[in-house]
Nanobody, 136 residues
């Protein structure tokens, strides 16, 4: 089993930047092989249901990345295998980016492009989420 814990959620001004982190614990000796990513809650959808979450960014074991169109060019995903940690750098934050962000990990041998296409059903482990809000 793998446990994931997010941090870094905060209030940020529109146009500002923020970095989210996700630290893994437990079954981490194969951490470099995991697909890693971030989802976020879609406002108006059931908050505790995976069906109410959209994929934001993914990074696979080979370092390949994928991004939702809504964040492409503004968000950057990265991983540090030595620290069992992956990150999501948010820049030029928009009001519609304000929501809860969940980090994820997947066991399967899929790449980042496939992970974005598979949605919330293609990953195996979830963090509890970290909240990003927009301040005026």
């Amino acid at each position: 089993q793998l446990q994931l814990e997010e941090s870094g959620g905060n209030s940020v001004q529109a146009g500002g930047s923020l970095r989210l982190s996700c630290v893994a614990s437990g079954y981490t000796f194969i951490y470099p092989n995991y697909l890693l990513g971030w989802f976020r809650h879609v406002p108006g959808m059931p908050p505790m249901e995976r069906s109410g979450r959209e994929g934001v960014a993914f990074i696979d074991a080979d370092g390949g990345t994928s991004y939702a169109d809504s964040v492409k060019g503004r968000f950057t995903i990265s991983r540090d295998n030595a620290r069992n940690t992956h990150y999501l750098q948010l820049t030029n934050v928009k009001p519609e980016d304000a929501t809860r962000y969940f980090c994820v990990a997947g066991n399967g041998a899929i790449n980042a492009t496939q992970a974005l296409r598979n949605g919330p059903w293609g990953v195996d482990y979830w963090g509890k989420g970290t909240l990003v809000t927009i301040s005026s």
